[in-house]
């Protein structure tokens, strides 16, 4: 990314970073791959009043990257699928397991004190899985854990159709390690917890926003995709790139106002508002997103996904089963 990009960013987001805490998340791809030295010269043009996010790998990291971190206050993601085993996806550009660059790349953030985030993907929900996994990041020491259940996105296109019940089953256990013992913030289930709460006081209808928010996301020369991360760099026939405009022609405000001028965006809200109509999770889940839509339907205006069905609702589902399963016993 030139750092002319950044710039563009920078000044049409500076009015929001002022009014309050304003985070710019680096992504796709692997970050730490441009250098210290280039990577400081894109966060250069949004100031102080900016955090930045990282989604890594790790297998970059090590004493002179905790510096850089700490140097400019950086919050950390790694991307991590559990004990070695359960990373056999994750491989360097030889096609050679990763897991051993992961691990020492994550030892070097614990040995610097720099707090940090995980992100797990789980190609196979079923009962089992879960104690084992939350065991293991446990032990990892991360703060936060979020887990995504394998997507058809992208260039992955192996199915993720799975048994309701063994996926409601991995949820629920994964509920029952959290509770004894909730040091990580597992955001999955604080999510849910968080609704049924608000369904339980009344104020449900105030979790969801008003408005879609956009994501916008930054490619590296410029051009803008709203929505959803996943489609950049993607081409249709129907649909075109994705793109909605480009920051080094267009300011991003520009962008933003005139974003349901692009055509597959206004597919996509028709799609949400079927889903609002039709699905009693709509609630929790605010509609399908974009991308799951166009890679497991080729289109925007369906509604239900398998994506959605993992990870919202038989999410919901899980938790909710635990609930009743350890309901206390009036006595």
Known sequence: MPVAVAEAVAAEIADFARAGRFSVV?????PLAAGAEHLAALFAPFGAGVEHHIQTNATLIDDAWCEFFVAHDVRVSVSVDGPPERNGERVDRGGKPAYDLIAKGIEALRRHGIPFSTLCVVSDPRPGLATELYEYFLGLG?????????EQEGVNLRL??????????FWAELVGAWRKTPTI????VEWSLRYAGAVLDGTADDLLPRRLDPIPTIAHDGSVVLLSPELAGFHDPRYGDFTSGNVLTTPLREILASAADTPWIA?????????????PYFGFCGGAHA?????????????ETNHCRN??????EGVLDHARDHEPTAV
Do not use: M
């Not at 680096?26 to 692997?30: I, K, L, M, T």
């Not at 991360?142 to 394998?150: F, M, R, S």
């Not at 913030?185 to 999955?188: D, F, K, T, V």
């Open 26 to 30: 680096w992504h796709g791809g692997e």
């Open 142 to 150: 991360c703060e936060v854990l979020g887990i995504n259940v394998e």
């Open 160 to 169: 993720n159709r799975h048994d309701p019940a063994a996926v409601s089953a």
């Open 185 to 188: 913030h597992l955001r999955e």
């Open 267 to 279: 597919e996509f809200l028709r799609g949400v508002e079927a889903c609002r109509q039709s699905c």
């Open 291 to 303: 991308a799951n839509r166009y890679f497991e339907h080729g289109r925007f205006d369906v509604t």
């Open 311 to 316: 990870s919202k609702i038989r999410l919901l």
